[in-house]
């Protein structure tokens, strides 16, 4: 009996620890066809559910224990750098089917994938999947170059029914951003020295106009500042959620 009681008690902590790990912040999306889920997951990562659906952004094991959440369809990866692309958490989600969207210098490492370069289109289990450009102009290493360089890196608009989602990758507010058009949703990061200032995403949320931003990668940035520089900018809904 007390065996028993000790065994069902270990369960429960069990439990409690493993639903502590998967306790991240949810939104859900009405789209034309079907509900989005988004899971803000951690820095640069996300899950998002779309009709029996489940597509991976970036699954990085520094920041979930990918053997508790559910396989992937699709896995999308923006760029090679470590905290964008973990073979670990990759070859744990990947299932008979997964199809995986990458860069070239992604594929390298992977060994597998499809590979889209900047201004490619793919329908992939009839999700439309847009790569952009992502890059520094501005921030660059100690040689001279720019933290991601351009035409290495993704940034990749989903279409999910009617609404457009723009996932930044890492990148500064470039020109490209004005020839994206009518998007709903906008996941831009803001942390340096690797990506954007608030001033710098609050120029991006001017030229892009989403309807919804959502500051992601921020690490130790002040969202606060990001809050004040487009406090009159009614049109754009800012979330914040814990993507630092």
């Known amino acids: 009996m007390i065996k028993n009681i000790l065994f069902t008690m270990i369960f429960l902590c069990l439990q409690v620890i493993s639903n502590a790990q998967l306790n991240f912040e949810i939104d859900t999306i009405a789209t034309s066809q079907g509900k989005l889920v988004i899971s803000f997951i951690g820095h640069g990562t996300l899950m998002m559910n779309f009709n029996n659906l489940v597509i991976h952004i970036d699954p990085v094991y520094r920041y979930a224990d990918y053997s508790k959440l559910p396989k992937a369809d699709i896995i999308l990866i923006t760029h090679h750098h470590g905290d964008h692309l973990d073979l670990k958490a990759i070859d744990t989600l990947k299932k008979e089917n997964t199809k995986i969207i990458c860069t070239e210098l992604c594929y390298a490492q992977l060994k597998t994938g499809t590979i889209m370069k900047n201004g490619d289109i793919q329908k992939v289990y009839d999700i439309n999947i847009e790569a952009v450009p992502a890059y520094n102009i501005v921030h660059k290493n100690n040689n001279g170059n720019?933290?991601?360089?351009?035409?290495?890196?993704?940034?990749?608009?989903?279409?999910?029914?009617?609404?457009?989602?723009?996932?930044?990758?890492?990148?500064?507010?470039?020109?490209?951003?004005?020839?994206?058009?009518?998007?709903?949703?906008?996941?831009?990061?803001?942390?340096?020295?690797?990506?954007?200032?608030?001033?710098?995403?609050?120029?991006?949320?001017?030229?892009?106009?989403?309807?919804?931003?959502?500051?992601?990668?921020?690490?130790?940035?002040?969202?606060?500042?990001?809050?004040?520089l487009l406090k009159d900018k009614k049109d754009c809904e800012i979330r914040i959620r814990k993507m630092n």
């Open 146 to 228: 720019p933290f991601h360089l351009k035409g290495q890196c993704n940034g990749y608009v989903i279409t999910f029914g009617d609404k457009r989602i723009y996932i930044a990758g890492d990148t500064e507010n470039i020109p490209e951003m004005k020839d994206l058009k009518n998007i709903d949703i906008a996941f831009l990061p803001m942390n340096l020295p690797y990506t954007m200032t608030p001033e710098m995403v609050a120029d991006a949320v001017n030229m892009i106009n989403p309807k919804v931003l959502y500051p992601y990668h921020y690490g130790n940035t002040n969202v606060k500042e990001l809050i004040e």
